[in-house]
T-cell receptor
Framework: TQLLEQSPQFLSIQEGENLTVYCNSSSVFSSLQWYRQEPGEGPVLLVTVVTGGEVKKLKRLTFQFGDARKDSSLHITAAQPGDTGLYLCAGANVDKIIFGKGTRLHILP | GAGVSQSPRYKVTKRGQDVALRCDPISGHVSLYWYRQALGQGPEFLTYFNYEAQQDKSGLPNDRFSAERPEGSISTLTIQRTEQRDSAMYRC??????????????FGPGTRLTVL
């Protein structure tokens, strides 16, 4: 059974600090997707990484796909209260998609 | 344009009753996916369609769960003889491309099912 483990489960930090959340698996994926989910809403795709070692930036968010395409990280620089939410990673292959349990991030003003 | 819509948004039913959950995907989207999401967890894949054809139902928990998309647009997820363990948020998503899990999926707001 393929599993995606996200860490930490919960993270509460002060505005302006940097943070990194991780998504790890023993399985190889064709692509790794990161979503953000607000309370009462569905997940919204932030980025998809497809190449081992790939780095993508979205303003203050930096996403990296591991060289072996089994893991990924999300780094947020100078976190802001608007970054608060549930961050989900999902590993996708041609025939399936698996979501992690998410990291619940809370940025304190 | 309109996003993915789901109805009802909330459904409370008694154990043993059948329920039908509806998903209206973004117009023109070929693929439609159903997920179940427990509180504080990530979505769990149930099944998906390319056009009207159900491609994979391996994620459906048991034979009480079924889904259809007869005209390749609106889809219905039906749960027969509901049980308390079926209580969850049921989410639908759609994507432009056919059956590509690597394609961007647009999620609906979900139907919160509570089985008493």
């Amino acid at each position: 059974t393929q599993l995606l483990e996200q860490s930490p489960q919960f993270l509460s930090i002060q505005e302006g600090e940097n943070l990194t959340v991780y998504c790890n698996s023993s399985s190889v994926f064709s692509s790794l997707q990161w979503y953000r989910q607000e309370p009462g809403e569905g997940p919204v795709l932030l980025v998809t990484v497809v190449t081992g070692g790939e780095v993508k930036k979205l303003k203050r968010l930096t996403f990296q796909f591991g060289d072996a395409r089994k893991d990924s990280s999300l780094h947020i620089t100078a976190a802001q209260p608007g970054d608060t939410g549930l961050y989900l990673c999902a590993g996708a292959n041609v025939d399936k998609i698996i979501f992690g349990k998410g990291t619940r991030l809370h940025i304190l003003p | 344009g309109a996003g993915v819509s789901q109805s009802p948004r909330y459904k409370v039913t008694k154990r043993g009753q059948d329920v039908a959950l509806r998903c209206d995907p973004i117009s023109g989207h070929v693929s439609l996916y159903w997920y179940r999401q427990a509180l504080g967890q990530g979505p769990e894949f149930l099944t998906y369609f390319n056009y009207e054809a159900q491609q994979d139902k391996s994620g459906l928990p048991n034979d009480r769960f079924s889904a259809e998309r007869p005209e390749g647009s609106i889809s219905t997820l039906t749960i027969q003889r509901t049980e308390q363990r079926d209580s969850a948020m049921y989410r639908c998503a759609s994507s432009i491309l056919a059956g590509a899990f690597t394609d961007t999926q647009y999620f609906g707001p979900g139907t919160r099912l509570t089985v008493l």
